[in-house]
């Protein structure tokens, strides 16, 4: 068997390095690694590494523009407002399907490895792999056209916790006996933590009704270590919603499902786990119908979700608050933004 691209993350790495190099060859051993699994690694003076796709993107681009002509560089990955799923443009043949489905191949790798400035548009586009149309490759090729641009935009790994514009004084409601044996689970076999606390962070948004075709929603989530983004996703959701409150509820459900499953791999690799994982959203109604113990749900289809949220709110394990939409990191992921917006979000989470 034959692998490649080994990292590892240690203060003496070499000590791992040296126990591994006993019973396999290993070539091209670097004490700080650049590259890894086509991301540029920056260790910067401050000591915060920034991750990019830089030498990777270049590499694509420069390809694609043999074969098919200069790309024109462009301010957004997505026109603003767009709705591919309206386009009736004709149905591309086998040779443009075939290049549609590697230009999104392409965007999906680039999506995944740290560029969540274009999830949505890739998110959008990708369900059309199967019978993509003349409009659908242009959008592709005006992505291909954002990254152009903008190259060597990547994430920070840094502890620090994010910056937010908003002023929240704690308070911790009692809810009685609503939810009285409920706690978290930890499972007593986790290692010790052997670091400080980080605080662990999640924006969620939903654009209710944002499929015009099927009527579906769409939920946009991102999640925090420190500043960290470790997950992020822009993603139809499974039932339509007849209203923008059990939009934002179902996206809600899944924030708290998303804090569950960090807080238990966080805890697995010794990291300490004691405080609420604070969760961000901008729909007034559905967070005051889980940090308000008097408030009552009436609707029976999102009861589940209704007190999923609120018994692990009333336990301390997230701690649920609101911000302004335009504040809101998550907004990126659900809608296609003008530059001024796109930029405004982007500029908080990633550097160019």
């Known amino acids: 068997m034959y692998v490649d691209d080994i990292i590892v993350v240690a ?26 699994l086509g991301n540029n690694i920056e260790v910067r003076k401050n000591k915060t590494i920034k ?54 191949g392409i965007a999906q790798w680039i999506a995944t490895a740290g560029r969540m400035d274009i999830v949505f548009a890739v998110s959008s586009l990708s369900r059309f792999n199967a019978n993509p149309r003349h409009g659908h490759l242009k959008r592709t090729i005006k992505l291909f056209g954002f990254l152009k641009k903008y190259p060597k935009r990547g994430y920070i790994v840094d502890p620090r916790p994010p910056k937010v ?25 986790l290692p010790i933590a052997l670091m400080k606390e980080l605080q662990t962070t999640i924006f969620v948004d939903a654009d209710h009704g944002h499929d015009k075709v099927t009527g579906r929603s769409i939920t946009g ?11 992020y996703a822009a993603k139809r959701q499974g039932a339509v919603q007849t209203a923008t409150f059990g939009a934002e509820f179902v996206g809600l459900k899944k924030a708290v499902e998303e804090a569950v499953t960090m807080r238990y791999y966080l805890r697995s690799m010794g990291v300490k786990i004691s405080k609420p994982t604070i969760i961000y959203g901008d729909n007034l109604s559905s967070i005051t119908n ?20 609120r018994e692990h709110f009333s336990a ?4 649920i608050r609101k911000i302004d939409g ?20 982007i500029n908080g989470m990633m550097e160019n």
Do not use: M
């Not at 003496?12 to 650049?34: F, G, M």
């Not at 514009?165 to 076999?189: A, H, R, S, W």
């Not at 335009?326 to 979000?345: G, R, V, W, Y």
């Open 51 to 104: 991750i990019s796709n830089y030498k990777y993107i270049n590499e694509v681009l420069k390809r694609y523009e043999a074969q098919h002509g200069e790309l024109r560089k462009e301010k957004i990955p997505i026109v603003n407002k767009d709705h591919p799923e309206l386009d009736d443009t004709e149905l591309l043949d086998d040779d443009g399907r075939r290049q549609y489905q590697s230009n999104i």
């Open 316 to 319: 301390g394990i997230v701690s």
């Open 290 to 309: 889980v940090i308000n113990p008097g408030s009552q749900l009436k609707k029976k289809f999102l009861a589940l979700s209704y007190h999923f949220c």
């Open 165 to 189: 514009n908003v002023e929240y004084n704690e308070i911790i409601p009692d809810f009685g006996n609503q939810y009285p044996e409920f706690q978290e689970e930890i499972d007593d076999k």
């Open 11 to 36: 203060k003496n790495a070499n000590q791992y390095i040296n126990q591994i190099k006993d019973k396999y060859p290993i070539r091209n051993i670097s004490n700080q690694p650049e590259y890894y």
């Open 221 to 231: 989530i991102i999640v925090l270590v420190g500043r960290t983004p470790i997950y």
């Open 326 to 345: 335009k504040d809101n990191f998550a907004d990126i992921f659900t809608k296609a933004l003008s530059a001024p917006e796109l930029n405004e979000h």
